[in-house]
T-cell receptor
Framework: NAGVTQTPKFQVLKTGQSMTLQCAQDMNHNSMYWYRQDPGMGLRLIYYSASEGTTDKGEVPNGYNVSRLNKREFSLRLESAAPSQTSVYFC?????????????FGEGSWLTVV | AQSVTQLGSHVSVSEGALVLLRCNYSSSVPPYLFWYVQYPNQGLQLLLKYTSAATLVKGINGFEAEFKKSETSFHLTKPSAHMSDAAEYFCAVSDRGGSYIPTFGRGTSLIVHP
């Protein structure tokens, strides 16, 4: 049961470098999400994709771009990393149904920008 | 617009004591409600969810939560805390109509003392 798989687990970047966080889900879910988690701030939505071919901004999209490559994969790109982007990033997926929108999370990616 | 408030960023209990984590929501219509748990260095996993079938919802690991419409609350309880319950707990709410994307609270860290 892989569920939601995201890579890399840990990454250290220098200010100004770029990188892409990869995410894939094997649950045939329509929707995928990228969140960041910071101490005392809870989870904040960066971008989401309601279905293949669509992406939308969340609460904190500045400095990020996303690509919904296909139904399984949803990547997050930092074009020019800044120290303020030091965070834990979570990819997630879901399918909205009669019992609401239960979100399934990956294990997280710890990113440090120095 | 929906929102969720978790009272207390930290809750400390002794092993064997009652666990009570508070969650209040605001939503224009009776919402879907969720509790997630995050163990150290892991992603979030679903503990339980309210979908309207029953106001008292039982989840994994002995946790349960009661939906109280009059109080707009969905507090999480467990009769007897175990050391293994030490984790971060997140309450989330999503509307039945409109945006299906859950809004997360800022989290409550449960500390269990021997």
């Amino acid at each position: 049961n892989a569920g939601v798989t995201q890579t890399p687990k840990f990454q250290v970047l220098k200010t100004g470098q770029s990188m892409t966080l990869q995410c894939a889900q094997d649950m045939n879910h329509n929707s995928m999400y990228w969140y960041r988690q910071d101490p005392g701030m809870g989870l904040r939505l960066i971008y989401y994709s309601a279905s293949e071919g669509t992406t939308d901004k969340g609460e904190v999209p500045n400095g990020y771009n996303v690509s919904r490559l296909n139904k399984r994969e949803f990547s997050l790109r930092l074009e020019s990393a800044a120290p303020s982007q030091t965070s834990v990033y979570f990819c997630a997926s879901s399918t909205y149904g009669n019992s609401g929108n239960t979100i399934y999370f990956g294990e997280g990616s710890w990113l440090t920008v120095v | 617009a929906q929102s969720v408030t978790q009272l207390g960023s930290h809750v400390s209990v002794s092993e064997g004591a009652l666990v009570l984590l508070r969650c209040n929501y605001s939503s224009s219509v009776p919402p879907y409600l969720f509790w997630y748990v995050q163990y150290p260095n892991q992603g979030l996993q679903l503990l339980l969810k309210y979908t309207s079938a029953a106001t008292l919802v039982k989840g994994i690991n002995g946790f349960e939560a009661e939906f109280k419409k009059s109080e707009t609350s969905f507090h999480l309880t467990k009769p007897s805390a175990h050391m293994s319950d030490a984790a971060e707990y997140f309450c989330a709410v999503s509307d039945r109509g409109g945006s299906y994307i859950p809004t997360f609270g800022r989290g409550t860290s449960l500390i269990v003392h021997p």
